[in-house]
């Protein structure tokens, strides 16, 4: 009597399952959910278009139409942030790759848009981060490690340029001193001749 019972009611909870799953509010959710993904995957097909004829500008309208329709696909951001790029608009370019990797954070090219676009807004070793993350998830794709190398080393060269730059101001300024042509008075540095410097107190 119980499994009769039990049965029953899996029987029931299985009809009014199924019947839920092919009620027409239902089957129209549906409809309309792959209307609106076919009408996304048209309208970035014609960015795709355009981002190929160089018009940018274009390829940005047409991809900001197919987010406004499925919001959730990252390729969508990833696609606008090169056009982004392209127009050298480096932070929406950025904006829109960190968007792509929010949906998708595994996925390679998204990582590489963010390295772009850091790279451009002179962010080095955040860009050189992106790249090795892109590198990491492709590893197929050497491009990202080179250009992570390649950031690397001028992020490395800028601080040795910076030290002997700031060196060399401390040592010019000493050797300015000593040879008399610049003497530290109350009104600021002035030109002198090298019998005033022996006569000052240096600070």
């Given at each position: 009597m119980r499994r009769m019972e039990a049965l029953e009611q899996h029987e029931e909870g299985t009809y009014v399952h199924a019947k839920k799953l092919f009620e027409p509010t239902s089957l129209a959710s549906v409809d309309k959910t792959a209307v609106t993904t076919h009408e996304a995957e048209s309208i970035k097909q014609q960015g795709n278009a355009a981002f190929a004829s160089a018009k940018y500008q274009a390829a940005v309208d047409l991809y900001s139409k197919a987010?406004?329709?499925?919001?959730t696909a990252h390729t969508l951001y990833g696609n606008r942030?090169?056009?982004?790029?392209?127009l050298r608009e480096f932070a929406h370019a950025q904006k829109d790759a960190d968007a792509a990797i929010a949906i998708n954070p595994t996925w390679a090219k998204g990582h590489f848009r963010r390295g772009q676009a850091l790279?451009?807004?002179?962010?080095?070793?955040l860009a050189a981060?992106?790249?090795?993350?892109?590198?990491?998830?492709?590893?197929?794709?050497k491009s990202a490690l080179a250009l992570a190398k390649q950031l690397?080393?001028?992020?490395?060269?800028?601080k040795n340029l910076q030290r002997l730059s700031t060196t060399h101001d401390v040592d010019a300024r000493r050797s300015s001193v000593?040879?008399?042509?610049?003497?530290?008075?109350?009104?600021g540095p002035t030109l002198a001749s090298p019998h005033q410097v022996r006569n000052t107190c240096l600070v």
């Open positions: 987010i406004a329709l499925t919001p942030s090169a056009a982004h790029f392209h790279a451009a807004l002179g962010h080095v070793d981060d992106a790249y090795e993350e892109a590198s990491k998830l492709k590893p197929s794709d690397r080393q001028q992020a490395d060269n800028d000593f040879s008399g042509s610049v003497v530290e008075t109350n009104a």
